[in-house]
C-alpha cells in the first residue's frame, strides 16, 4: 500500500480524486514553518503510519518530505523533487544552505529519489543531494485543458480580437521574473503581451507595464491558452512547468529561458525556442515566430503532437508503479 499525506488550507482547490481514496489528514501540517504545529504534524503522521503500516510512504514538498522521512518504520522512502530554490530570490542565502543541508540529511534516509526533470535532478546532485543514492525522473502526466475559439476566449478576456497575442502566464513573483517580460514588451511595442497570474508581485507589473502589456491577473487556464498565439516565459528557474506543458498541449509554441527542465518541455526549434535568460535573446526568438506564420503554425502542431506523447498520465503511472516495484 502506499500512503500520500497533504494538506488543504483556505481556498485551496484540491483535486477530487480524493474523494476516492482512503484519505488521512494531518490537521497540524502548513506550509509554513512551525516548530509547534510541525511537531504535532509528525506525531500525527507516525501514528497513521503505526496503524496502517505502509510499505511505501511518498512524499512531495520540502515540508512533507521532511516530516515524512523523519517517521521511524521498516517501510520504504520514496521522495519527489518538484525543483529547486537555488536560483528562487525570495529565499535568503541562509535558507537556502539550511534546506541544502537537510536535504543532504533527509537523502541519507531515502530509498529512491526522484526528480520531474532530468536537469533538476543534475542539479540537485551537484548540490551534493543525494549523490549515492538511486535516482530517477518521471515527468508529471498531464491532461490537455479543454479549449474554445480564439476570438470566443478574447471577448471572454476583454483581449482585442485581431492581433498576434503574446501570452505570458505564471505566479507573479521573483523566480518567474516577470520584470523581464514588461522589458521584452518594451522591445516589441509594435506587439501585443497579456501577463495573468496572482502574486506579491502584480500590483508592480501593473504599475510598470508598458502600453502594449494587458496584466489581468488570475485567470482561467483553458481561456488563456485558447486566446494567445505563443507564449512566453521568463523564469530564473523552473521545475516542471506545468503551464508551459499545458500551453503546449493547447497548440501554443513556447518561447523560454533555458533554465530548470525548459528544454526538457520544449523541444528547440521543433516546437518553440529555448534561448539565453536575456531581454536580447528572448526579444530575438519572439521576433521570428511574429513574423512568420507558417513556422508558427508547424511549430503549433508539432507541439501538441509532442506533448500528448512525453507527458501522459499512462507514462507517468507506468514508470511509478515500476519504480515502486524495484523497492
Known amino acids: 500500500s502506499v500512503l500520500v ?9 484540491e483535486d477530487p480524486v480524493v474523494n ?9 501540517m502548513g506550509r ?44 520504504k ?14 529565499f535568503s ?28 535532478g543534475q542539479e540537485l546532485r551537484g548540490a551534493g543531494i543525494g549523490v549515492t543514492k538511486p535516482w530517477t525522473s518521471i515527468a508529471p502526466g498531464v491532461k490537455a485543458l479543454p479549449t474554445i475559439g480564439k476570438s470566443q476566449a478574447r471577448k471572454i478576456l476583454g483581449l482585442e480580437p485581431d492581433v ?11 523566480v518567474k521574473n516577470p520584470l523581464l517580460a514588461l522589458d521584452v514588451a518594451k522591445q516589441m511595442p509594435d506587439d501585443q503581451f497579456v501577463m495573468a497570474g496572482g502574486g506579491d508581485m502584480l500590483e508592480l507589473v501593473r504599475a510598470e507595464a508598458p ?7 488570475w485567470t482561467d487556464a483553458s481561456l488563456f491558452w485558447s486566446a494567445v498565439d505563443c ?23 513556447v518561447v523560454a529561458t533555458n533554465v530548470g527542465s525548459n528544454s526538457e518541455v520544449i523541444t528547440d526549434g521543433s516546437t518553440g525556442i529555448v534561448t539565453k535568460k536575456d531581454v536580447t535573446s528572448l526579444t530575438d526568438s519572439l521576433r521570428i515566430l511574429v513574423s512568420n506564420k507558417k513556422l508558427l503554425e508547424a511549430f503549433a502542431v508539432q507541439a501538441a503532437r509532442e506533448s500528448v506523447i512525453k507527458f501522459s498520465l499512462t507514462e507517468m503511472l507506468s514508470r511509478h508503479l515500476s519504480s515502486y516495484s524495484k523497492l
Open 5 to 13: 499525506t497533504g494538506y488543504v488550507q483556505g481556498s485551496e482547490i
Open 20 to 28: 476516492n481514496l482512503t484519505t488521512f489528514r494531518l490537521p497540524h
Open 32 to 75: 509554513k514553518i512551525s516548530p509547534f504545529n510541525d511537531f504535532r504534524a509528525w506525531l500525527e503522521l507516525r501514528r497513521i503510519i503505526r496503524d496502517i503500516k505502509p510499505q511505501i510512504v511518498h512524499t512531495h514538498t520540502f515540508k512533507a518530505g521532511l516530516i515524512g522521512r523523519l517517521v521511524g518504520g521498516n517501510h
Open 77 to 90: 522512502r520514496v521522495h519527489t523533487f518538484h525543483g529547486h530554490l537555488f536560483d528562487d530570490q525570495s
Open 93 to 120: 542565502p541562509i535558507e537556502k544552505s539550511v534546506i541544502t543541508i537537510t536535504e543532504r540529511y533527509l537523502a541519507r534516509k531515502t530509498d529512491l529519489l526522484i526528480s520531474v526533470g532530468e536537469r533538476v
Open 164 to 174: 498576434f497575442l503574446v501570452g505570458w502566464m505564471a505566479r507573479m513573483t521573483g
Open 211 to 217: 502600453s502594449n502589456v494587458q496584466v489581468i491577473g
Open 231 to 253: 507564449a512566453l516565459s521568463t523564469s530564473d528557474n523552473e521545475g516542471m512547468p506545468i503551464a508551459l506543458i499545458e500551453a503546449q498541449l493547447a497548440g501554443v509554441p
